[in-house]
């Protein structure tokens, strides 16, 4: 258990190091084309994988703060406060920068026209929204990874709905502990699968480093979080 956390601490501290040294990047402007470490020299188009991961990664990362700050205050148990406060800290700072990112770019934060995940598509996926750099607007995630993905009353996959929000806020002590971890989990599923799609899709250097690290610091959240809940007698949900 403690050498997974520190694990998990440790590839944390990795994200949120892309993180940092992305945003420096793409405020100095420093950095072009694919194999540089800042930002390509052209703005991404406003339907294009960098700009939707940009939007969808920021509310997918506003839920699991929310989930957080609620388990917080619904347990004394150390190693969940302890996780929680990593995943609310890390995942703010990372949104700020998504945000951060969208702005620099002159794009919307909100689209709309914009299915969740359509920035996903690809090939024949890819509808009839084109930005003049050839980005187009699909309907569904490449790979069976979209929106279609999602659970019913889930914004996108890994998030949870309304009803589990409100059912985490009325738990107390272990059964607190048992549903957030499980919603994590679910949460982290579909942010990992998220982030390595702009790991592939994204040309924005910086920002491709930045889902590289989302997806080694959730992964490792994952094995500690599954160790937790087997402590607890539990496991994630099917």
């Known amino acids: 258990m403690s050498r997974t956390y520190w694990a998990a601490g440790a590839a944390v ?21 694919a194999g540089g470490s800042g930002t390509s020299s052209r703005a991404p188009g406003l339907y294009s994988p960098d700009a939707g991961f940009a939007r969808d990664m920021a509310v997918h990362h506003q839920q699991a ?10 347990t ?16 703010a700072n990372q949104r700020g920068m998504l945000l951060g990112w969208l702005d ?16 996903m598509a690809t090939g024949d996926e890819h ?4 930005d003049g750099h050839g980005e187009g607007h699909g309907s569904g995630g490449g790979g069976g990874t979209g929106a279609q993905g999602a659970r019913p009353g889930a914004l996108m996959p ?30 982290h599923k579909g942010g990992v699968a998220m982030a390595q799609g702009c790991a592939t899709q994204c040309e924005t250097p910086a920002e491709r ?3 590289q690290g989302m997806v080694a610091a959730q992964q ?19």
């Open 13 to 33: 501290g990795a994200a949120l190091l892309f993180a940092v040294g992305a945003t420096v990047a793409t405020a100095s402007g420093g950095g072009s084309g």
């Open 65 to 74: 703060v929310e989930m957080s700050f609620i388990v917080r205050d619904r």
């Open 76 to 91: 004394k148990d150390e190693a969940v406060r302890g996780l929680a406060y990593d995943i609310a800290n890390t995942q």
């Open 104 to 119: 620099l770019w002159g794009l919307p934060k909100v689209l709309a026209d914009e299915p969740p995940m359509s920035w």
């Open 127 to 130: 509808a009839g929204h084109g």
């Open 158 to 187: 890994g998030m949870a709905t309304k009803e589990e929000l409100a059912r985490l806020a009325t738990l107390d002590g272990g059964e607190a502990e048992v549903f957030y971890l499980q919603l994590m989990t679910d949460h």
């Open 209 to 211: 480093a930045l889902a």
């Open 220 to 238: 490792s959240e994952l094995t500690l979080m599954a160790d937790m809940l087997t402590q607890r007698g539990a496991a994630p949900r099917a």
